[in-house]
């Protein structure tokens, strides 16, 4: 068993979150003691785990607290659950994929400022070329 501050430290995660992910039905299981202090087990730790999972690829509350009570629903909602996993991972692939190209842009950039630096100039011949076809080509050359 852990308290709203262990649990806290070990995810990361603001005891104010916490209270509110509480309060908004997102952790219908977690229990109570006798002086009303919530009191977290492995199986909150894990819904946490998977809620913040979510958060990240940004799913909304709304949308997560609904995969919760389709679980709670049981296995006739196992096509709804299937089906938003599926969205969301589709949605996730296109995240990495636009990110992944900002970080070549950047890593161009970087680069080239690296270079320009250390000349002393940003107006060498060729540079922006040479460095376009190391950074913001690569996907063609594979």
Avoid: H
């Amino acid at each position: 068993m852990y308290s709203i501050g262990d649990i806290s430290k070990m995810l990361n995660i603001s005891i104010s979150t916490l209270r509110y992910y509480d309060k908004s039905g997102l952790l219908p299981l977690v229990n109570r003691n006798s002086g009303n202090i919530r009191v977290f087990d492995d199986t909150d730790v894990e819904c946490l785990k998977m809620i913040e999972c979510l958060k990240n690829t940004g799913m909304p509350l709304k949308d997560i607290k609904q995969f919760f009570e389709w679980c709670e629903e049981g296995d006739p909602t196992i096509d709804k659950r299937y089906e938003l996993f599926m969205y969301q991972k589709e949605k996730t692939e296109k995240q990495i994929s636009l990110l992944q190209d900002a970080l070549k842009r950047i890593s161009y950039k970087c680069e080239f400022y690296r270079i320009s630096k250390e000349n002393g100039t940003t107006n060498l011949p060729g540079l922006r070329e040479e460095l376009a076809m190391k950074f913001l080509n690569q996907d063609t050359e594979k």
